[in-house]
């Protein structure tokens, strides 16, 4: 649910935070007041364009900020954020906020880190659906539509089995793909690929071999000099008339009489001890290292080449010497896979052919039951427009499934233009499928507001009040099952009065039960039904004209939905109370 709405220099708001409560919120006001600036910051917020005229006079910059609760989310949000370098959400708490200004800066943020445009939209659609003049409707998109019907009558599971079907063979037309190729090409790449295997092969390399390889080579190219230090070493320490070992030596024989004069002298003479054998330790190891240096141009040589080499296949093949093995296993399998075209196409095309029967067996199931959930939809949805004032009208859904020789075209085979001769394996079936994830259908809502008149499609409704109206029968209808945790209505009352009023009311309230929803509304019955009232208005400080927006107490309440009636007589508190009761 949206929990703050906080809109800065936007029209005619300075500064407004706005909290908001789970449930049915209506927003009333005055014509004119502002109610529409909480539709614009809802759809800036939602990626849509952004409007530079929108910016408050006298400002350079304008932002809106959305805090979204998002523990009851059943879209896949965490790992959204994930793919998309986002922040994770913090306390189930999503944030997002847009910012533009004058000179045309347009930035957008998802939990405080930066994003673009496109990921905030496609985030949006998840979070609010809005139905107004000026709205991004979910519901007229037919793959939208064909998800509503699937999850109406539970048949997602059915669906994402057909989907799993069509990504295996998609990866079997990559595969078989690769291996339909011109003879010249087919010699380029075996060519190409035995050099390769056979390069990395004759390498015989080892991941970790590199850092070993650079270390003896510096050592060998170093060696004279190594040899030289360390000799010089080995005479300071034990080897020339002054050298370490030799001043020790002095050294012990003075601490050996300092002891005869004083007994409490022989730590220091422990001590002593302690320090001559450390510097005979480091004399033996310096020995010995100086023994392994091994001043050889053949095996500097050896070095160099070896390095030379994993420098060169780094550079054809992979950043490191594990992904240059990885690359050599890759070829090595393609390899493989091209000398024996003929021997996998068959195998490609016996499991394709295998898997166009299950898919078209699987979808044909898949499209039975949707025309069988169509008619309990249908019907669910004609009694909801009834009491929203359609008593007439007709509501229903249009299907089209795709035949057979539509997603598979007919079979035809192509030999390999190939010198030598073909096995009847090296046939290849050239086959065009066009099978979507969704089915073998595509729907259309569609809607006729009157007896007599046609039914068109939902997306060619010309009334937004129609639309609005249609679209709360489907919310109605769909609550239990659409994922989308916020509807916004605009306008949903144009042209309503009396008891369908009152049942628009009625929707709203039965909708909030699983969602939240906001209405604008200028009908106090439609309006009487929230669980929360704010009213909009339009008030004048310091010289220029500022909305505002207020949560209703029970007394402000009654005031405003007698302004609604009509004023502030007797007669109409006494049916503002009435509605509230």
Not at 464 to 486: C, F, H, N, W, Y
Request: negative net charge; aromatic residues 4%; hydrophobic residues 40%.
């Amino acid at each position: 649910m949206l929990t703050t709405l906080r809109i800065k220099n936007l029209a005619l708001v300075a500064d407004l935070t706005l909290e908001l409560q789970p449930g049915y919120l209506a927003i009333t006001g005055e014509t004119g007041a502002g109610k529409s600036i909480i539709i614009g910051a809802l759809n800036l917020v939602l990626g849509e364009r952004a409007d530079r005229t929108l910016i408050r006079s006298g400002s350079d910059s304008c932002s809106v900020e959305a805090v979204f609760d998002v523990s009851k989310l059943r879209a896949p949000l965490k790992s959204f954020l994930d793919e998309n370098g986002l922040e994770p959400c913090e306390d189930n708490q999503l944030v997002v906020k847009r910012a533009f200004t004058s000179a045309g800066t347009n930035r957008q943020f998802i939990n405080g880190s930066p994003t673009t445009l496109g990921i905030l939209a496609s985030l949006g659609e998840w979070l609010v659906d809005m139905h107004g003049p000026h709205d991004h409707q979910s519901l007229l998109h037919a793959s939208r539509q064909l998800t509503i019907l699937d999850a109406f009558g539970n048949l997602q599971s059915r669906r994402e089995a057909f989907g799993e079907l069509v990504r295996r063979r998609g990866t079997l037309e990559a595969e078989k793909a690769s291996l339909i190729i011109d003879e010249k090409t087919y010699a380029q790449q075996l060519d190409l690929l035995r050099f390769q295997v056979n390069e990395i092969t004759a390498a015989q390399l080892k991941p970790d071999e590199e850092e070993q390889v650079q270390q003896d080579y510096q050592r060998s190219n170093n060696a004279a000099k190594l040899l030289e230090l360390s000799q010089a070493a080995l005479g300071l320490l034990s080897e020339d008339e002054s050298s370490l070992l030799t001043q020790a030596g002095l050294l012990g024989r003075t601490l050996q009489d300092l002891q005869r004069v004083d007994s409490g002298a022989k730590d220091l003479l422990a001590e002593h001890e302690q320090m001559v054998s450390v510097l005979r330790e480091l004399q033996t190891d310096l020995s010995h290292y100086a023994d392994k240096v091994d001043i050889d141009p053949a095996r500097l040589q050896e070095l160099e080449e070896r390095l030379n080499t994993i420098h060169s296949l780094k550079r054809k093949y992979g950043a490191s010497l594990a992904e240059v093995i990885e690359f050599g296993d890759q070829a090595r399998h393609k390899l493989q896979q091209l000398e024996q075209r003929d021997v996998e196409l068959s195998r490609i095309n016996n499991e394709l052919k295998k898997l166009d029967a299950e898919l078209w067996k699987v979808g044909q199931d898949l499209s039975a039951q949707r025309r069988k959930v169509i008619p309990q939809l249908s019907k669910a949805v004609i009694k909801q427009l009834k009491d929203l004032g359609f008593a007439q009208s007709h509501f229903d859904v249009n299907i089209t499934t795709a035949s057979k020789e539509s997603l598979i075209s007919d079979t035809r085979t192509e030999k390999a233009t190939s010198s030598r001769p073909s096995p009847p394996e090296a046939e290849r079936e050239k086959r065009v499928t066009h099978f979507s994830s969704a089915g073998l259908d595509t729907i259309e809502f569609q809607f006729a507001p009157n007896v007599g008149e046609p039914a068109r499609p939902l997306r060619a409704i010309a009334s937004s009040g129609e639309m609005a109206r249609v679209m709360l029968a489907l919310k109605t209808v769909l609550a239990q099952v659409d994922e989308i945790p916020v509807l916004v209505f605009d306008e949903v009352d144009a042209n309503v009065g009396g008891e369908t009023a009152n049942s628009v009311g009625e929707k709203m309230q039965q909708i909030a039960k699983q969602r939240q929803v906001l209405c604008i509304t200028h009908l106090a019955p439609v309006a009487a039904h929230a669980s929360a009232h704010y009213v909009v208005t339009k008030q004048v400080k310091e010289g220029r004209t500022i909305s505002d927006i207020t949560l209703l107490n029970k007394k402000d309440r009654i005031t405003e939905l007698a302004r609604m009636l009509g004023g502030q007589s007797d007669a109409a508190r006494k049916h503002a109370e009435a509605l509230l009761q």
